[in-house]
């Protein structure tokens, strides 16, 4: 059974830094391509980032650039997004998710074959 647990979410004010963790088991975890997606109240889930297999290519949205970094640890299984100078506006739930390739289509959460339950990130002004 394949398992995507994240964690690390929680409150933090305006300017601060959170690392959010995603732990995966039941999938030979160096042989996906794994991303962060986030949906706010009320919007539609969206593309944060995405790391290749052995963590040589990143992919990032736009509005996260410079300020959010994914890393990964093949030998623990183990996902990470550091998310610095965070802003109320980067609020939602936060998922990892795994993709079997690295697609054209990333930000198409479809593409994805597995999903994490979410950790909620808040952040205050």
């Known amino acids: 059974q394949v398992q995507l647990v994240e964690s690390g979410g929680g409150l933090v004010q305006a300017g601060g830094s959170l690392r959010l963790s995603c732990v995966v088991s039941?999938?030979?975890?160096?042989?996906?391509?794994m991303g962060w997606f986030r949906q706010a109240p009320g919007k539609e889930r969206v593309f944060v980032g995405r790391?290749?297999?052995?963590?040589?290519?990143?992919d990032y949205t736009d509005s996260v650039k410079g300020r959010f970094t994914i890393s990964r640890d093949n030998a623990k299984n183990t996902l990470f997004l550091q998310m610095n100078s965070l802003k109320p506006e980067d609020t939602a739930i936060y998922y990892c998710?795994?993709?079997?390739?690295?697609?054209?289509?990333?930000?198409?959460?479809?593409?994805?074959?597995?999903w994490g339950q979410g950790t909620q990130v808040t952040v205050s002004s």
């Open positions: 998710a795994a993709d079997n390739s690295w697609s054209l289509r990333a930000r198409d959460s479809s593409q994805y074959d597995y």
């Open positions: 039941g999938l030979t975890f160096s042989s996906y391509v």
């Open positions: 790391m290749s297999q052995s963590g040589a290519r990143t």
